[in-house]
């Protein structure tokens, strides 16, 4: 059985706006992903550097990311991954 992708961190860019669920991408990858790790906590962020320094607390280590808003290409495919987990999901 495969693990859902359900997301577990969001951002609020606008008091106005909803959530949007964080989505990140590995520099080798093409694919991106939600985030989905219980373990990695955010330690800093800045706006104006547009950087996050996270902390994984299972293997100890601190990692520094860019951040920026997500492109539609991405929120595209993602949606198509978590429709394709669902009907995985429903099939069982």
């Known amino acids: 059985m495969r693990k859902k992708s359900i997301p577990t961190l969001f951002s609020l860019t606008h008091p106005l706006e909803d959530f949007k669920p964080i989505v990140y991408r590995y520099q080798d990858s093409k694919k991106p992903m939600y985030f ?7 330690v800093f962020s800045d706006a104006k550097l547009s950087m996050v320094l996270m902390y ?14 997500a492109e539609e290409k991405a929120m595209s495919l993602l949606v198509n991954i978590l429709q394709n987990d669902c009907r995985i999901c429903h099939r069982q």
């Open 56 to 69: 994984d607390t299972v293997l100890g280590l601190h990692s520094l990311w860019t951040a920026r808003k």
């Open 36 to 42: 989905t790790d219980s373990a990695q906590h955010i």
